[in-house]
């Protein structure tokens, strides 16, 4: 005997459970109980608008634990818009609070590898500390450093990066880096360099 799985509309045996995927979760954590509480579109949305929106907000979701989407649940409940707080919040508002919930992680973010993996990768590597800074740049806006005032900002920056950690490995080198904190700075520093470089490096052959 066969059955269409609820969740992804593939017809398949009555025996075997249904997979479910990333927006289903979300639709069954987040969305489907906030409709539950009361949450609604305005009368005479569209209806492909509504499921439009629903997807959406369920895949900008998707990277979210069970754990958080339930505090986002909790939170929402209370940011409904209308005179009765109770129709569906805006993206803006729903990304807002669940950046405050569970950052998104940066190698989810969208364009942030395509920068490096771009001609831009390719001019900061060249430049000591310039990766880090730019990603610095992007972990604080979500965007890339296009304003001279940023452009310079970022030079700095760099200039900075590169300085300590040249101290740094130097100490090292000398078996005289005991501070816990350098150390673990020194430590992300390497970590993530060696990610965007490793991005830079994909463009490269691309």
């Known amino acids: 005997m066969q ?9 398949q045996d009555a025996s075997e459970p249904c997979e479910e995927t990333k927006r289903d979760r979300v639709r069954r954590l987040l969305i489907d109980k906030l409709k539950s509480d009361g949450m609604r579109f305005e009368r005479g ?7 439009r929106r629903l997807d959406r907000m369920a895949d900008d979701l998707s990277y979210m634990t069970d754990e958080r989407l339930g505090w986002l649940r909790d939170c929402l409940k209370t940011k409904g818009e209308g005179s009765r707080r109770n129709f569906w919040p805006s ?15 940066l ?5 942030l590898k395509g920068w490096f993996v771009s001609a831009a990768g390719q001019v900061a590597i060249g430049t000591p500390g310039r990766l880090l800074a730019e990603f610095k740049f ?11 005032y940023e452009l310079e900002a970022v030079a700095r920056e760099a ?9 740094l490995v130097s100490r090292r080198d000398r078996n005289v880096l005991t501070d816990a904190e350098d ?3 020194l430590g ?6 060696s990610q965007l470089v490793g991005w830079v490096r994909e463009g490269s052959r691309e």
Do not use: F, M
């Open 91 to 105: 993206r803006i508002t729903v990304l807002g609070y669940a950046e405050q919930a569970q950052p998104r992680p």
């Open 183 to 185: 150390i673990r700075w």
């Open 188 to 193: 992300v520093v390497e970590q993530v360099e």
């Open 138 to 148: 992007w972990t604080k806006h979500k965007r890339p450093p296009v304003r001279s």
């Open 159 to 167: 200039k900075q990066i590169s300085a300590r950690r040249e101290t």
């Open 45 to 51: 949305t569209p209806v492909e608008d509504q499921k």
């Open 3 to 11: 059955t269409q799985c609820a969740t992804t509309n593939v017809v």
């Open 107 to 111: 190698e989810d973010w969208p364009g």
